[in-house]
C-alpha cells in the first residue's frame, strides 16, 4: 500500500529584518490511506507551520510534499483544513454555511447537495439546518463545520486544534463523536494537538516534534487492542497510560 501523504526532508524558516528563524529542521513521515496521525510538541515548535505547508499555504524551502503523485499547492479541494475556530458566519443558516465553500468553488450541483443533505442527517444537523450558528452549541458548530468540509470530499483532512475552545467534557464528547465520522468517513487525516491524552485516543499513530527548529523525535504506533475502538473507550485500555507516560517523557527530556 503506498503512503497517501509523502513529506520528505522538509525544512522552513521565517525571515525578518532581525533575521533568520529556523522553525522546521528535516522533517520526513509518511501517511498511509485511512490513517489518523496526530502531531504533539512544545507550544512554539512548529505544529501548525508543518500543516500549513502540507495545505498548500506555505512552501518549504528544502524537501517536497506530496499528496498521492501530485506536490501540494494552495487552494486544492485536495485537503480539508478544520480550524480551532469554526469561523462560520452568523448571517447564514448552519445549511448555507455548510454549502460555503462549494458556492466557492461554484460546485453546487445535484450530486453535491445529495451529498451535503446526506451528512445532514448522518451527523444530526439536519433538524438544525435553518438554526444560526449563534443558537448551536460549541460542539454542534465544531461538527457543523467538520460537515462544511467533508461536503467538499477533500483527500486529507487536517485539524489544528478544532476542540482546544470547548470545555473539557464538550471537547471530549465532540472529540469521540469526530474521531468516529472520520472513521467511518475513511478520511486519513492529522490532528495537531496539545493534549497527550487526545493525540493518543485519537490516533494510529503519534509523531513527536522537539522543540523549535522542530525535527521528528519519534513516531509512535499506538495499538490500544480494544474492541471497537473509538477516542472515548481508549482512554480506558490497558496500554493507554504506558502511551502517556512514553510521550509525555519524549516532550519532557529537553524541556
Known sequence: MNPVLKVRDVCLSYHTLSGETPALSHISFDLMPGEFLSIVGPSGCGKSTLLNLIAGLLTPEHGSI????????????????????????EWRSI??????????????????????????????LDRFRDARPSQLSGGMRQRAALIRTLVLEPELLLLDEPFSALDYQTRLNVSDDIGKILKSSGKPAILVTHDISEAISMADRVLILSARPATVRKIIDIDL???????????NAPDFKKYFNIIWKELNENA
Open 66 to 89: 506530496t499528496l498521492g503523485d501530485r506536490p501540494v499547492s494552495s487552494g486544492s479541494a485536495a485537503v480539508g483544513y478544520m480550524l480551532q475556530k469554526d469561523h462560520l458566519l
Open 95 to 124: 445549511y448555507k454555511n455548510i454549502l460555503l465553500g462549494l458556492e466557492i468553488r461554484k460546485e453546487l450541483t445535484p450530486e453535491k447537495l445529495a451529498h451535503a443533505e446526506a451528512l445532514l442527517q448522518t451527523y444530526g
Open 225 to 235: 487492542d480494544i474492541s471497537d475502538r473509538t477516542p472515548l473507550s481508549s482512554r
